[in-house]
Nanobody, 115 residues
Framework: QVQLVESGGGLVQAGGSLRLSCAASGRIASINVMGWYRQAPGKQRESVAVITSGDITNYAASVKGRFTISRDNAKNTAYLQMNSLKPEDTAVYYC?????????WGQGTQVTVSS
């Protein structure tokens, strides 16, 4: 089992920045991929950014160049640095980790970007 605790969401004006954190505990050694997803009202959950255990990253086209995903293996934490935020980035952001055979989700953190 892996437990995830997210933090860092909030309200920010367009053009501003936020950094989300996702702290993992439990069977940490089995984590392969860590990622961030988001779900806006009335929309499906979508992938925002993922990072593998080998630090290979992948981003949604809508956030590329503005968001940066990273992980600190010593702290068992993943981060999502979000810059140049836009109103369309408003959503609940969820942390996700993949182990061999399982996927785990955090509780979600709200990000609201005002215009």
């Amino acid at each position: 089992q892996v437990q995830l605790v997210e933090s860092g969401g909030g309200l920010v004006q367009a053009g501003g920045s936020l950094r989300l954190s996702c702290a993992a505990s439990g069977r940490i050694a089995s984590i392969n991929v860590m990622g961030w997803y988001r779900q806006a009202p009335g929309k499906q959950r979508e992938s925002v950014a993922v990072i593998t255990s080998g630090d290979i990253t992948n981003y949604a086209a809508s956030v590329k160049g503005r968001f940066t995903i990273s992980r600190d293996n010593a702290k068992n934490t993943a981060y999502l640095q979000m810059n140049s935020l836009k109103p369309e980035d408003t959503a609940v952001y969820y942390c996700n980790v993949l182990t061999i055979g399982s996927a785990y989700w955090g509780q979600g953190t709200q990000v609201t970007v005002s215009s």
